[in-house]
């Protein structure tokens, strides 16, 4: 999810050359982590959860989270729809 809306960064850029060439050298560096079953779970529990508080997220961005919160990865981001922190998510904002 993560490595798709990467990509779509870079393709809704016109695919910037200096951005690919970060995105891709970035993608080299990090190991991509599969989609399962248990992120799926994790999903739709978040989903749940926020739609009842009624604090919802984009759709690519509750993925992102769910996938993150599962595999107990830090998410980073500096995007403020995230500060609901769910249990068991770490953030981490490298904008600072």
């Known amino acids: 999810m ?3 809306e990467l990509r ?10 200096g951005l690919k060439t970060r995105v891709d050298k970035f993608l080299r ?7 399962t079953s248990d992120v799926v779970s994790s999903y739709a529990g978040l989903r749940v959860l926020r739609e009842a508080a ?5 759709p690519m961005d509750m993925l992102i989270a769910a ?3 599962t595999v107990g990865a ?3 981001t500096s995007d403020a729809a995230f500060s609901f922190q769910p249990s068991g998510l770490i953030l981490e904002d490298w904008s600072k």
């Open 2 to 4: 993560t490595e798709a």
């Open 8 to 17: 779509y960064g870079v393709a809704k850029r016109g695919g910037a050359p």
């Open 29 to 35: 560096l990090v190991r991509v982590l599969p989609w």
């Open 54 to 58: 009624g604090v919802t997220l984009a």
């Open 67 to 69: 996938h993150a919160k």
């Open 74 to 76: 830090t998410l980073v």
